[in-house]
């Protein structure tokens, strides 16, 4: 792969090998999360086993909320917009 140096003299990727590092993102995001919920399922159904009961409030506020906080996060994240979709695709998806 070839190195390009961008204004600043710093060292940058050519767009083909950017566009395979934000899928290999994506994708290592996905099994993440999918990762995370087993982990949590198993590890309730281990606390419910052993007699500890498990209520699980209603997160539709708190969901609705922290998305108004996205766009500030993300305010200088390149295609935020697009990786945020995807997420919420894939969310469906499921």
Same mark, same amino acid.
């Given at each position: 792969?070839?190195?390009?140096?961008?204004?600043? /003299?710093?060292? $940058? #990727?050519?767009?083909?090998?950017? %566009?395979? =590092?934000?899928?290999?993102?994506?994708?290592?995001?996905?099994? !993440?999360?999918?990762?995370?919920?087993?982990?949590?399922?198993? /590890?309730?159904? $281990? #606390?419910?086993?052993?007699?500890? %009961?498990? =209520?699980?409030?209603?997160?539709?506020?708190?969901?609705?909320? !922290?998305?108004?906080?996205?766009?500030?996060?993300?305010?200088?994240?390149?295609?935020?917009?697009?990786?945020?979709?995807?997420?919420?695709?894939?969310?469906?998806?499921?």
């Amino acid at each position: 792969v070839g190195k390009e140096v961008n204004q600043g /003299g710093h060292y $940058t #990727m050519p767009p083909s090998v950017c %566009q395979a =590092s934000a899928e290999i993102s994506f994708e290592a995001t996905m099994v !993440a999360i999918v990762e995370q919920r087993r982990a949590m399922a198993a /590890g309730f159904e $281990t #606390m419910a086993a052993a007699g500890i %009961q498990i =209520s699980e409030p209603d997160q539709g506020q708190f969901v609705e909320a !922290a998305k108004r906080a996205w766009p500030i996060i993300l305010t200088d994240v390149p295609n935020a917009d697009t990786y945020l979709s995807d997420l919420e695709a894939a969310k469906k998806a499921q």
